[in-house]
C-alpha cells in the first residue's frame, strides 16, 4: 500500500508539462481563495438581508475553539483566537507566532506585489491602516483574495463604504463608532433571544461594516481529510484536509442562518437542512426547501469521459456564449459534464464551474434586479451571459483565466499519475486494512451482485454504445436491440425489469466488457467515475422528490442560460408517489409507505442524476439530502461508562458504552459507523423503522406519529414567523414594488379621507347607507371566506352593526347631520390609519401581532356614535359626544401603531406555530399556484393560529402538544393543496436492494467499501 503524501504538482518529468501543473496550482489558489467578487453580495446579505445571517458574527474570535463542532466550518492552519483588543469592535483571529504552526503559505515571501495600492480612495487613513495593521497575512495579495479570516474560505475584504473617502462611508464611520467601537466589548455580537427579542445592533441595514466576507469555493467543499483526519478537528494542519471532499459537517442553521434562534420558523426552516448540506436555491429561491449535499468532487476525468460518451445536449444561441472545451466553438449539440444533483447545469463542464461562483453571490449588483433574494413571491428573470460577459469585469476575469486553472486543478495527473479528484480508498488507513481483511471473502460475489444490479446507473463505464432511456411501455422494448436500453419509469417496476430478458442481455454484455483484457472495461473499479450521470426519473429512483422538481432552470427561470435546450424539453416523470400526513388513516398506503401522489410540470424538473459511489464508506448519511444514516452513528463516549483494565495497566472504555451524539466526528471510525448505519438501512427497509436519529425528527417523541414511514423534518418546539422592524419595509417592498407599498401605505388612505371630506360637507344620509352597506358585506364576506368566523363568531357584530347603521341611513334619508358626522369621522380614520400604517411599515410602529385587540377601538367607537347621533339626531350634546368618543378612537390608533420615535415594539410576530408542524408544509407554499388556493392557504393558517390561541390561552400553545393536531386541523389541508412539493418524508426511496437476499447485500456492502 502506497504512503499518503501530499500532491506534488510541480515534479514534472517533461519541460512541457510544467505550465500545465502551474495551471493547476492556480486552480487550486482560485479554488481555495477566489470569490470573484461576491463580497458585495454578501455584504449587502448582512446589512440588508432581513437580519437573517452575519458572516463577521460567524467570524468571532472567541468561538474559535469550537466552530468545527457548532458550525462545522473549518479553522484555517497558522491562526489562533484574537488574544489583544478587538478590531473595532470585532474579534477576529490572528496568526499564531508559534513557527511550529505558521499562517505564511510555503514558497511566499511578501504579502504585497511591487507597486502596491489600495484598490479605492482611503477616507480616515490613520483609521485605515491601523485597521489593515492589526490583520493577519498569510502571504497573498490582500487585493484579490483578501485577508484570512480564521476560516478556510472565507476572506476579509476592507469595505469601501465603510473607509472611503465619501460623506456616506464618513457617516458609516461614525455611526459604527456609536454602536460598536464605543458601546461594551462584544455587543456587536449580542444576539435576540426569546425574552430579548429588540437587542442585536447588528440587525440595523443602517450599520455598514467595516469588513465585507467574501467567499471561495473551498468554504463549502473543504473538510477534514477521511485518509488523514486531524487529532483535533479544532486545529487542524494542512495535512488533515481535503479540499475536494464537500463541507460534510457544515451546520445550515449556525453557520447561515446565525442570528436566529430555534423559537424562530425560519431557524427551524435552515435546520431541516442536514449538516453538509445546502438548499443551493435558497437566495434564489424556487419556494421548494430542497437540500442537497455539498458534493464531494471525485474522478473528474472518468467523469469528463463518460460526458464524452453520452448523448450530447443541444444548445441555445444565450447556452453558446460560454465556451466549452469538450466541443469545438459554437457548435451544438454539446456534451455536458455536470455538477447539479438533477443535471440541470448542462452547458458544458466550465459553463457548470462559472454559475457556481453566481449562485454563491458574484455580480451581486445583479440580483436584486432579476428576483426577489431569500423572499422570491415575484417572478424570477434568466442571469443572462450576454449581461453578465458584458458587464461584470470579474465575470471576465474568471471565464477568460480562472476557469480554465479550475479545469486544470481537477484534472491535471501529476508524474505519479495522481489527480486531487482521485478515489481515497479505505485500504489507505490501518482501520480500513483491518476492515477490508475480515470482508474480503465477500468482496468478489458483492462485485458480481453489483454488476447484476447496480452498474446500470452506477458505473461510468460500459460497454460501446451504452445508452439510456425510460418509458411505461418498457415491456415492449425490444429485446434483440442493444441500445438504447429502456428502464420502467416506475419503482414500482423494477423487480419486474430486473428479471426481464433485456435487462439479463445488459448484464451480459457487461461483464463481457469487464472481463474482456483488451476492453476499456478491464480493472473495472479503477477509474471509474462509478455513475452515468444520465438522468433518472425521480419516479424510478423513489427519493424525497424536493431537489429533482425545483424550477430554477426552466425556461425564463434565473439559471435559464446555463441549461441546454434538451434539458428544458424534457418530458414531465408523470404521478409521483409521497406520503401526505393528512390522509394517515383514510387513506391506505402502498408497500413503500406512499398513499397520495402529484404532478411535476413538463420542462425539465422530475430527475436526479446518479450519485458517484466513490468513496462511498466516508461520505455518510446517504442520499442527495444526507438523511438516510445517522449523521454521527459512532456516538461518544459515555462519561459513566464503566472503565476496563488491559494488558500492560492501560484503561479503556468499552466500546459498547456510547451515547448518541449529534457532534462532528471525522474520525475513520465514525466514517465507517456512519457507512454501516447509512448502507444497512438503504439495504433493509425495515431499519429505517428505528428512525433518523436526525433533529427534528419527532415520531418518538409526537403521540399518534410512530407510525409515519419515514423522516419528516418538524419544528422542534413552538415558533413564530419573525421580521425585525427595520426591514419590513425592504421585505414587502420586495415582494409589491416601493411603487405600490408606497400608494397602499399613505395616498390610498389620503385619497380616501379626502373623498370622506367632501361627502362629509356634501354628503346624504342614503349615500352613508350605501357606504356601511359595501363595508358590512365586504366584512362578511371575507370573514366567510377565511372562516375566521367559526373561530371567532363574535366578529359578525363588525358586519352586523354596519347593516343596522347602513338600513337606518337609507330608510331616513333626511339624516344628513349624522351622514356628515359619519363620513367627516371616516376620513379621520382613513387619515390615521395611512399615516400609522406608513410609519409601521417604516420599522416606527407597533408589533403586528398586538394589533388585534387595539382594532376593537375603531369600530367600537365608530357604532356608539353612530348609534347616538341616529337615534337621537336632533340633540346638539350626543353629537359632540361623538366626536369627543373619535378623539379617544384616535389615540387607541395611535397607541396601536406605537410609539413613532423609538419603534418599540414594531416586529412582525407572527405565531406561534405549534411544536411539531412539518417546515415543509409552509415552506413549500408556491406563488404559482392559484389565487383561491393561496388565498386559502393564508386563511387555514390564520385560523390555525387563532384557534389554538382560543383553545390555549397564555402560554398553553408553547407547553401542549395537543396544540399541534388543532392547528393541523385549519391549516393542513389548504396548505397542502397550495403546496409547490407536498413531499415531506426526506429518507424514503432507493429500494433497489429490497429483493436482494441478505447474503447478497452482505456481499454487496463488502464490496461497496473498497470503492
Known amino acids: 500500500m502506497k504512503k499518503l503524501v501530499p500532491l506534488d504538482y510541480l515534479a514534472v518529468t517533461e519541460s512541457s508539462k510544467l505550465e500545465e501543473a502551474r495551471q493547476a496550482v492556480r486552480g487550486q489558489n482560485t479554488w481555495m481563495l477566489w470569490g470573484q467578487g461576491n463580497e458585495v453580495f454578501w455584504g449587502w446579505l448582512q446589512e440588508q438581508g432581513y437580519g437573517l445571517a452575519d458572516l463577521l458574527v460567524l467570524l468571532d474570535s472567541r468561538q474559535r475553539g469550537s466552530r468545527f463542532k457548532d458550525l462545522g466550518v473549518v479553522n484555517q492552519p497558522g491562526m489562533r483566537t484574537q488574544q489583544g483588543e478587538p478590531v473595532l469592535g470585532l474579534y477576529l483571529d490572528e496568526a499564531d507566532p508559534d513557527p511550529k504552526n505558521k499562517v505564511w503559505l510555503e514558497g511566499l515571501t511578501g504579502p504585497y506585489p511591487a507597486g502596491y495600492s489600495e484598490p479605492f480612495a482611503i477616507g480616515n487613513r490613520r483609521l485605515y491602516e491601523s485597521t489593515i495593521a492589526r490583520l493577519a497575512q498569510d502571504g497573498v495579495d490582500p487585493r484579490v483574495y483578501g485577508y484570512p479570516s480564521g476560516v478556510v474560505g472565507l476572506r476579509l475584504m476592507p469595505n469601501p463604504d465603510f473607509f472611503g473617502a465619501t460623506p456616506a462611508a464618513e457617516k458609516a464611520r461614525a455611526y459604527w463608532k456609536e454602536k460598536v467601537t464605543d458601546a461594551a466589548p462584544g455587543a456587536y455580537y449580542v444576539k435576540d433571544t426569546k425574552n430579548k427579542p429588540r437587542q442585536a445592533i447588528h440587525a440595523d441595514p443602517a450599520l455598514v461594516r467595516p469588513f465585507r466576507v467574501s467567499m471561495a469555493c473551498a468554504f463549502c467543499h473543504v473538510a477534514p481529510h477521511p485518509l488523514n483526519p486531524p487529532t483535533d478537528p479544532e486545529n487542524p494542519r494542512w495535512a488533515n484536509l481535503s479540499s475536494i471532499i464537500g463541507a460534510q459537517y457544515w451546520n445550515p442553521p449556525k453557520a447561515f442562518l446565525n442570528l436566529k434562534q430555534p423559537h424562530s420558523f425560519l431557524w427551524q426552516f435552515v435546520a431541516s437542512q442536514q449538516r453538509g448540506t445546502v438548499d443551493a436555491s435558497l437566495v434564489s429561491t424556487d419556494h421548494i426547501n430542497n437540500a442537497n449535499t455539498m458534493n464531494a468532487v471525485f474522478e473528474v476525468n472518468a467523469r469528463n469521459q463518460r460526458a464524452l ?329 459515555d462519561p459513566k461508562a464503566a472503565v476496563e483494565k488491559k494488558e500492560g495497566g492501560e484503561q479503556e472504555k468499552t466500546p459498547e458504552k456510547r451515547i448518541p451524539s449529534n457532534d462532528p466526528d471525522p474520525s475513520v471510525a465514525a466514517r465507517l459507523a456512519g457507512f454501516d448505519d447509512g448502507i444497512d438501512k438503504m439495504f433493509w427497509r425495515s431499519r429505517r423503522a428505528e428512525g433518523s436519529g436526525h433533529i427534528g425528527d419527532l415520531r418518538k417523541q409526537l403521540e399518534g406519529y410512530a407510525d409515519e414511514p419515514g423522516f419528516i423534518y418538524r419544528t422542534t418546539e413552538p415558533t413564530w414567523i419573525d421580521i425585525r422592524a427595520p426591514f419590513i419595509r425592504p421585505l414587502l417592498a420586495g415582494v409589491v414594488g416601493e411603487g405600490l407599498l408606497d400608494f397602499a401605505t399613505g395616498p390610498l388612505w389620503w385619497l380616501g379621507a379626502l373623498i370622506a371630506v367632501v361627502l362629509a360637507l356634501v354628503g346624504r344620509a342614503r349615500w352613508a347607507g350605501f357606504v356601511l352597506a359595501v363595508f358590512a358585506a365586504s366584512v362578511a364576506a371575507l370573514l366567510r371566506a377565511t372562516g375566521i368566523d367559526s373561530i371567532h363568531p363574535l366578529l359578525w357584530a363588525i358586519p352586523g352593526l354596519a347593516a343596522l347603521c347602513a338600513a337606518v341611513f337609507l330608510l331616513m334619508p333626511w339624516l344628513r347631520l349624522p351622514a356628515r358626522v359619519f363620513f367627516g369621522l371616516s376620513a379621520l380614520v382613513l387619515l390615521a390609519i395611512g399615516l400609522s400604517l406608513g410609519a409601521w411599515v417604516d420599522g416606527r410602529g407597533t408589533d403586528i401581532d398586538t394589533i388585534h385587540p387595539l382594532l376593537w377601538a375603531i369600530p367600537g367607537l365608530v357604532a356608539l356614535g353612530a348609534a347616538v347621533v341616529l337615534l337621537l339626531p336632533w340633540l346638539r350634546l350626543p353629537t359632540r359626544i361623538l366626536f369627543g368618543l373619535s378623539a379617544l378612537g384616535l389615540t387607541a390608533i395611535g397607541l396601536w401603531f406605537g410609539t413613532l420615535e423609538d419603534g418599540r415594539g414594531s416586529d412582525i410576530r407572527l405565531g406561534p406555530i405549534p411544536r411539531g408542524t412539518p417546515v415543509n408544509l409552509v415552506m413549500n407554499l408556491s406563488p404559482e399556484a392559484s389565487g383561491a388556493d393561496l388565498f386559502h392557504a393564508v386563511a387555514g393558517l390564520t385560523r390555525g393560529v387563532l384557534r389554538m390561541r382560543k383553545e390555549f390561552p397564555g402560554e398553553g400553545v408553547e407547553r401542549d402538544d395537543r396544540a399541534l393536531p388543532v392547528f393541523l386541523q385549519e391549516a393542513e389541508q389548504p396548505l397542502l393543496k397550495a403546496s409547490k412539493c407536498p413531499d415531506f418524508v426526506l429518507d424514503r426511496g432507493h429500494w433497489f436492494a429490497e429483493a436482494l437476499s441478505d447474503q447478497e447485500k452482505q456481499q454487496l456492502k463488502a464490496f461497496l467499501e473498497t470503492l
Not at 456564449?321 to 451544438?332: E, F, G, I, K, M
Not at 453571490?361 to 426577489?372: P, R
Not at 476492453?519 to 479503477?526: I, N
Not at 466513490?614 to 445517522?630: D, E, I
Request: overall charge neutral; glycine content about 6%; hydrophobic content about 35%.
Open 309 to 637: 460518451l453520452n448523448p450530447p445536449e443541444e444548445q441555445s444561441v444565450a447556452n453558446l456564449l460560454q465556451p466549452s472545451s469538450a466541443d469545438p466553438p459554437n457548435t451544438s449539440p454539446r456534451h455536458t459534464p455536470r455538477v447539479l444533483l438533477d443535471g440541470s447545469d448542462s452547458i458544458g463542464l466550465e459553463g457548470a464551474l462559472a454559475r457556481v461562483y453566481l449562485n454563491i453571490g458574484a455580480y451581486g449588483e445583479q440580483w436584486q434586479n432579476l428576483h426577489n433574494p431569500l423572499i422570491g413571491f415575484t417572478p424570477q428573470r434568466p442571469f443572462e451571459l450576454a449581461t453578465i460577459r458584458n458587464k461584470s469585469v470579474y465575470w471576465q476575469a474568471t471565464e477568460r483565466y480562472r476557469i480554465p486553472q479550475l479545469a486544470a486543478f481537477f484534472t491535471h495527473v501529476t508524474a505519479t499519475k495522481a489527480t486531487v479528484t482521485q478515489a481515497m480508498k479505505l485500504e489507505a488507513t490501518p482501520e480500513g486494512r483491518e476492515r477490508l481483511k475480515k470482508h474480503e471473502h465477500l468482496v468478489k460475489d458483492g462485485r458480481q451482485v453489483f454488476l447484476q444490479n447496480c452498474a446500470v446507473c452506477h458505473s461510468s463505464k460500459q460497454p460501446a454504445g451504452f445508452a439510456l432511456e425510460f418509458s411505461r411501455d418498457w415491456r415492449q422494448a425490444s429485446v434483440t436491440q442493444s441500445w438504447p436500453l429502456t428502464l420502467p419509469m416506475d419503482y414500482a417496476d423494477w423487480d419486474a425489469y430486473r428479471l426481464s430478458p433485456a435487462h439479463q442481455a445488459y448484464v451480459e454484455r457487461l461483464k463481457s466488457f469487464v472481463s474482456d483484457p483488451k476492453a476499456a472495461g478491464k480493472d473495472f473499479v479503477s477509474d471509474n467515475y462509478l455513475s452515468t450521470d444520465i438522468r433518472v426519473p425521480v419516479t424510478l429512483v423513489g427519493t424525497n422528490s424536493g431537489r429533482a422538481v425545483g424550477t430554477n432552470a426552466m425556461r425564463g427561470q434565473v439559471w435559464d442560460n446555463f441549461s441546454s435546450e434538451d434539458y428544458k424539453k424534457l418530458p414531465a416523470v408523470g404521478e409521483v408517489r409521497f406520503y401526505n400526513p393528512s390522509l394517515a388513516g383514510k387513506v391506505a398506503s402502498d408497500p413503500w409507505g406512499n398513499n397520495d401522489s402529484y404532478a411535476p410540470p413538463e420542462g425539465g424538473p422530475g430527475y436526479y442524476r446518479p450519485a458517484s459511489l466513490v468513496s462511498l464508506w466516508a461520505t455518510a448519511p446517504y442520499l442527495h439530502n444526507n438523511t438516510l444514516g445517522r449523521f454521527n452513528a459512532f456516538g461518544k463516549e
